[in-house]
C-alpha cells in the first residue's frame, strides 16, 4: 500500500466496509482494496465503489442557498445563511415555545455529530422534539433486545462467528443485495457444514443461497417463530438446563408457544408444516445456532413482539449466550448502531442512557455543565414528529435522512413538511426534502472528514479524512457550533471531531453503550474496538462477545417475553386483495438521494418497479414492463411490472428509492409498533391494476 492511501470506510451502510482512498492530483479520490479491515478484507459492493461520484461539482451541493424573495433557493454565504436559521429557530420559539421547534437526524451521521447534535436540541434549543430515521429501521429489534437481554447492541458477536456455527435462520433480510460482501461469511458457512435457512416472502438472491426456504405471507413472522418453538418443544429440542439457569420467564412465555400449533401456523403464514419441521430440525440438530432479523420481520406494527418470538426461540433452545450461539440484529444505516447510542433518539442520552432517569440525567448534566433540570423529559418518535409538523412544531433543523421519499404515507408527510414556518436541511446533495427548505446547509462527505461509526458489530472504528472538502462547504459539526454560537452557546460545539469524541467518551462513562476506553489512536491500531469498552482498566480489550457469563439485565438472566400473534393493521380485503411489501435494491441506497446521483448505478437500477408473480400478471392481463396502478388507503404509485416467479402470487413488492409518481411510500401504513414506534413499511393492503385502468 502506498504511503500516499487514507485507510477509512464506505459512506453508505452498517457494514462499514474497509476502503483505502487515495487523493488525485485532479481533485477527489481513488478507491482502492484495503485488505487488512476483517469485515469485508477488500471487499467492496458498487455503492462503496462508486461512492467517489458524488463528490464531483455536478453532483452536490456547492454553497448554501436561501430562499428568495422570488421563492427560489438562492446561493448565499454562510454568515447569511446560519443567521437566517437562527433567527427562524429563535422566531418560532419566540411565538409557540420550545418544543415548537424539532431536531430530526440520521442514523448515517458519525458519532460525533450524533452526539453533537443531540446536545444542541436538549441545551440550545431545549426541545424535547427530536428524534432520527433510524426509527424508521432497527428500533423494533432495539426494543426486544432490551427487553430480553438488557441490553441493545444488533449483533452480540463479530460477524466471523457466523460462519463457524451450526445453522443460521436469517429472517427478512436480502444481505446478498443489502450488504454483500457478508454473504461471505454465509458460503463460509455452509462450506463448513452448517445450514442456511432465509425467511423471506420472495426468493431473492439470499434466498437462493439457502439450505431452506421458507416463503410466509408477509407480517406472519410471529406466528412462524411461535410455530417453529412449539415444535422444537414438541420433539424433546428445549435446553431445559439453560432455561433453568439463564433464563427468567418461560413459564409465562410457554403458553402463547402452546397455542401455536404446526396446522394453525401453516395457515397463518402459508408455509407447509413439513416445511417447518425442516427448520426445526435442521436448527436444533446442531449443537449451536443463530437467529438474525433485519428489516422484514421488524418493519411491522408488531415489529417487537415478533423480535422478542425469535429471541425466545434462541433462548429456549439454549441458543444464546454462548460461544457461536445467539440472536441478532443486521442493523442497516453506516451508523446505525452508533447513531442510536449518543443521544438522536426521543428519550435517549449518550452512552444509550435513558432520558428519563434522574441519574442519567445528572451523569450528562454534568458533563454538558448545565443544570440536569433544565434537560427536556423524552419528546415524539420520527413518524409521530413528522406528523406534528405544523400543528405543534413548526420550525424544524433536518440533518442526515430525506423524509420526502422515505417516510411512511410520505405524501401526507410532505403536505406536514410544506406547512411548517421554517425548515432548515443540512445535507452532501440537494434532496427532495432540501428542495423545500428555507436554507440549505452543504456539508462535507465523508472522504473529506475525519469521525468514527459503529459498524452492525458494535465495532467502533475510525473514518479518516482523505481530502480537503471545496471551500464553500463545511462540516456538520462547524454548522452545529455556528447556530449555537448565534444562539448563545460560544462555547461546547467544538468542530475537532476528537474533541467531541473526547466528550462522548466522558458523557457515555458508566452507560450501558460505554465508549470511555475508546480512542482514536487505540481503533487505528487495533481494526476497531467493540463496546462496552470502560476506561479502567485501562487494558480493557472491548467487547466483541456479550452475555457470555450473563446478560445484561439487572439479575443476569435473560427474560423471555410472552407474545401472540396477531395480524397486520391492515390485512387485504375485497377492495385492496393483494400484501404490498416494500424493501431495497442492490445498486440505490435509501431514499436514493446519493445513489441516484451516480451514474452506474442509475444504469443498474435506473427506477422503481412493482415485481408480482406470473400468475397474477396473468390473472391482472399485463405483460412485462406495462406500467401499474398500486392503490392503497393512503395514496397511489404508478411503476412497470417486474414479472417474476421468486414472489408469492398475493403479494407485490416495490423499492422506496425513488420520488414521483413511482414513490413506494405513497402507499405504506405509518401503523406504529406499540413498543419501538416503528411503521409498518414491510405490511398494507393494495389493489393492484394496469395504469390507465386505475387512472
Ligand atoms: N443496496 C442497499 N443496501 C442497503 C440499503 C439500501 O438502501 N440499499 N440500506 C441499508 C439499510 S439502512 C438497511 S436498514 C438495510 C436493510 O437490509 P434488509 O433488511 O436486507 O433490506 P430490505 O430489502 O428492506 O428487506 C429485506 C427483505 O425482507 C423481505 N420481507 C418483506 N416483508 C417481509 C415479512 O413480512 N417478513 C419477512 N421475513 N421478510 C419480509 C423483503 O422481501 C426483503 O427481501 O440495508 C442496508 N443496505
Ligand atoms: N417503504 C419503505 N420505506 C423505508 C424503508 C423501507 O424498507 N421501506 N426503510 C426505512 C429505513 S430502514 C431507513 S434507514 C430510512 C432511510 O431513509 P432516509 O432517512 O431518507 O435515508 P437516506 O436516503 O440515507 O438519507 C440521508 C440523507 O442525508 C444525506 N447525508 C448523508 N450523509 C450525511 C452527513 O454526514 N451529514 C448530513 N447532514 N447529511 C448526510 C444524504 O445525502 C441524504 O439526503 O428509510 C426508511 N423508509
Ligand atoms: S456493503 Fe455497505 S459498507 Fe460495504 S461497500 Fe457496500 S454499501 Fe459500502
Ligand atoms: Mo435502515
Known amino acids: 500500500m502506498s504511503p500516499s492511501t487514507v485507510d477509512t470506510h464506505c459512506p453508505y451502510c452498517a457494514l462499514q466496509c474497509g476502503m483505502g482512498l487515495v487523493a488525485l492530483p485532479t481533485g477527489g479520490v481513488e478507491v482502492v482494496e484495503r485488505t487488512a479491515f476483517p469485515v469485508n478484507r477488500g471487499a467492496l459492493c458498487g455503492k462503496g465503489r462508486t461512492a467517489p461520484e458524488v463528490l464531483a461539482r455536478g453532483a452536490r451541493l456547492t454553497g448554501p442557498l436561501v430562499r428568495g424573495a422570488s421563492g427560489a433557493l438562492e446561493p448565499a454565504g454562510w454568515d447569511e445563511a446560519l443567521d437566517r436559521v437562527a433567527e427562524g429557530l429563535l422566531r418560532t420559539r419566540a411565538a409557540h415555545g420550545r418544543d415548537a421547534v424539532g431536531v430530526f437526524g440520521g442514523g448515517g451521521l458519525t458519532n460525533e455529530k450524533a452526539y453533537a447534535l443531540g446536545k444542541f436540541a436538549r441545551v440550545v434549543l431545549r426541545t424535547s422534539q427530536i428524534d432520527y430515521n433510524g426509527r424508521f429501521c432497527m428500533s423494533s429489534a432495539a426494543a426486544a433486545h432490551q427487553r430480553a437481554f438488557g441490553l441493545d447492541r444488533g449483533l452480540p458477536f463479530p460477524l466471523e462467528d457466523v460462519a463457524r456455527t451450526g445453522c443460521v435462520i436469517l429472517v427478512g433480510s436480502n444481505l446478498a443485495e443489502t450488504m454483500p460482501p457478508a454473504l461471505r461469511y454465509l458460503t463460509e458457512l455452509r462450506e463448513r457444514g452448517g445450514k442456511l435457512i432465509v425467511v423471506d416472502p420472495r426468493r431473492t438472491r439470499t434466498a437462493e443461497q439457502a439450505d431452506l426456504h421458507l416463503q410466509p405471507r408477509p407480517g406472519t413472522d410471529l406466528a412462524l417463530a411461535l410455530g417453529l418453538l412449539h415444535l422444537a418443544l414438541a420433539e424433546g429440542y428445549l435446553d431445559e438446563e439453560f432455561i433453568a439457569e439463564r433464563t427468567n420467564g418461560w413459564a409465562e412465555a410457554r403458553p402463547g408457544v402452546m397455542a401455536h400449533w404446526p396446522e394453525l401456523v401453516e395457515r397463518i403464514t402459508g408455509v407447509p408444516v413439513p416445511q417447518l419441521r425442516e427448520a426445526v430440525r435442521l436448527f436444533c440438530s446442531t449443537p449451536d445456532g443463530m437467529v438474525l ?134 445535507d452532501v446533495v440537494l434532496s427532495e426534502t432540501a428542495e423545500m427548505a428555507d436554507v440549505v446547509l452543504p456539508v462535507t462527505q465523508w472522504a473529506e472528514e475525519t469521525g468514527t461509526t459503529t459498524n452492525l458489530e458494535g465495532r467502533v472504528i475510525l473514518r479518516r479524512k482523505a481530502i480537503d472538502p471545496p471551500p464553500e462547504i463545511r462540516t456538520d459539526l462547524e454548522v452545529l457550533h455556528g447556530l449555537a454560537a448565534r444562539l448563545g452557546w460560544e462555547k461546547g460545539f467544538p468542530t475537532d471531531p476528537e474533541e467531541v469524541f473526547d466528550e462522548l467518551r466522558r458523557a457515555s462513562a458508566g452507560g450501558p453503550a460505554d465508549y470511555s476506553g475508546i480512542t482514536y489512536r487505540r481503533i487505528a491500531e487495533e481494526d476497531g474496538v467493540f463496546w462496552p469498552c470502560p476506561e479502567t482498566p485501562s487494558t480493557h480489550p472491548g467487547t466483541p462477545r456479550l452475555f457470555l457469563d450473563r446478560f445484561a439485565t439487572p439479575d443476569g438472566r435473560a427474560r423471555f417475553v410472552p407474545v401472540l400473534h396477531r395480524p397486520s393493521a391492515e390485512e387485504p380485503s375485497a377492495e385492496y386483495p393483494l400484501y404490498l ?115
Open 293 to 426: 432479523t433485519a428489516r422484514g420481520p421488524e418493519q411491522q406494527s408488531k415489529g417487537t413482539d415478533t423480535v422478542s418470538a425469535w429471541i425466545n426461540l434462541c433462548l429456549a433452545t439454549g441458543r444464546a449466550g454462548r460461544p457461536l450461539s445467539g440472536y441478532g440484529c443486521l442493523t442497516g444505516q453506516g451508523n446505525g448502531q452508533g447513531g442510536r447510542e449518543h443521544g438522536q433518539k426521543a428519550d435517549q442520552l449518550p452512552g444509550y442512557r435513558k432520558l428519563d432517569d434522574p441519574a442519567a440525567r445528572a451523569h450528562v448534566a454534568a458533563v454538558w455543565g448545565v443544570d440536569p433540570d433544565d434537560l427536556p423529559a423524552p419528546g415524539r418518535s420520527a413518524y409521530e414528529l413528522l406528523d406534528a409538523l405544523g400543528v405543534d412544531v413548526h420550525a424544524l433543523l433536518l440533518m442526515g435522512s430525506n423524509p420526502v421519499v422515505s417516510a411512511p404515507r410520505a405524501a401526507h408527510i410532505t403536505e406536514r413538511i410544506a406547512s411548517l414556518d421554517f425548515l432548515a436541511v443540512c
Open 581 to 695: 411489501t416494500t424493501g431495497r435494491v442492490l445498486a440505490q441506497y435509501q431514499s436514493g438521494a446519493q445513489t441516484r446521483r451516480v451514474r452506474e448505478l442509475n444504469a443498474a437500477s435506473p427506477g422503481p418497479f412493482v415485481q408480482l408473480h406470473p400468475q397474477l400478471a396473468e390473472r391482472l392481463g399485463v405483460a412485462e414492463g406495462d406500467a401499474l396502478a398500486v392503490t392503497s388507503r393512503r395514496g397511489r404509485a404508478v411503476a412497470p411490472a417486474l414479472i417474476s416467479s421468486a414472489i408469492r402470487p398475493d403479494t407485490v413488492f416495490m423499492p422506496f428509492h425513488w420520488p414521483g409518481e413511482g414513490r413506494a411510500n405513497n402507499l405504506t401504513n405509518p401503523a406504529l409498533d406499540p413498543t419501538s414506534r416503528m411503521p409498518e413499511f414491510k405490511v398494507c393492503a393494495v389493489r393492484v391494476e394496469a395504469a390507465a385502468a386505475g387512472a
